[in-house]
């Protein structure tokens, strides 16, 4: 496997805020972080981006100071988490799972007591400000429970940036969101970061970290296997295009590799490669390649299409394989439980 350096002249500004080299963590016998190294800038909207059991979560608690790793280091503001937690904890803010929130209070309540609690500026402009941020004003005054999903998130949100943070973290803050409830989310990000706050967020959702973020880290089984800005990510493949189609039958997987400019092949995991998946470094040489075989073998090829190469390509290009989300919702939710308990 090959990285991709990252380029930190595409970033506001290239001063490193945290710094992690050589992290693992293990649960038992299972590696959950395996060697990680990473690098966020000063500014950026920095995405971790993996299918789940990827090792997001672990990895973002491991720089929050909230889990301590079995080897590695970290630096936030050049501070070490495992051992400076509370001077870490001041300067960074956390999303805390929208189901845990207060119900029944309004939004401007629950504001300004977790306002309070941390002994930041409780006072009704400041409230007014942080729920402004959110996109919430008009919501102010409704209680949380009359809230939808991507609205408690939102308030969720606004809850991690109370004490002003330099840094927020925020694992997942689109999942189970509808689409228009995502793109107001990523908004809100957005103005978050044009406040000057750096912003950490993981993510399953390809198009999210597209769109979204200033560079991706693609994580799988415990590793960064490339780390740029999505376009760079998308070039980093040397893809001009990636070519699908739908088999009726079996064409030799060896002649497919070595169609003429492909780069890499993903049949789904099925052995007479029925859903064909082709990177290539020149679309038409690949498709006359593809073509001639399929007419030699008689294989009728259904739903042909070349699309320009995503971050998809990028990753079954660094990890050998199609990119499926995959999880049960139950142990998700377990674990959310869990770390909710952690953080409270
Ligand atoms: N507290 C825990 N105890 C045991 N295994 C865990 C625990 N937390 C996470 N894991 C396992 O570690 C791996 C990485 O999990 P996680 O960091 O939550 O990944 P992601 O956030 O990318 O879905 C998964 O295989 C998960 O099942
Ligand atoms: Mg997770």
Known sequence: MTTTASDPSTVPTAEPIIEAQGLVKRYGGHVAVNGLDLTVYTGEIFGILGPNGAGKTTTLEMIEGLR????????????????????????????LQSTSLFDLLTIAELVEL??????????????????????????????????????????????????????VFLDEPTTGLDPVARRALWATVHSIRDEGATVVLTTHYMEEADVLCDRVAVMDHGQIVACDTPAAL??????????????????????????????????GGDERCADLRLQT?????????????????????AGLTTAQATLEDVFLHYTGRAYEVGEPAAERNERRGRRRRGIN
Request: charged letters at 20%.
């Open 68 to 95: 301590a790793p079995d080897a590695g280091t970290i630096r936030v503001a050049g501070l070490d988490p495992a051992t400076q937690g509370d001077a870490v904890r001041r300067l960074i803010g956390v999303q």
């Open 114 to 167: 977790f306002a309070g609690l941390y002994g930041a500026d409780d006072s009704p402009e400041r409230v007014a400000a942080l729920i402004a941020m959110v996109g919430l004003t008009e919501k102010r005054r409704a209680r949380v429970d009359q809230l939808s999903g991507g609205q408690r998130q939102r308030v969720a949100i606004a809850l991690a940036l109370v004490n002003q943070p330099r840094i």
């Open 234 to 267: 998308v070039r980093s493949l040397r893809a001009d295009a990636t070519i699908r189609a739908r088999l009726s039958g079996p064409l030799p997987m060896a002649e497919l590799a070595a169609l003429p400019s492909a780069i890499a092949l993903d049949c």
């Open 281 to 301: 470094t020149d679309a038409q040489t690949t498709l006359i390649g593809l073509l001639a075989l399929a007419t030699r073998e008689s294989v009728a090829l």
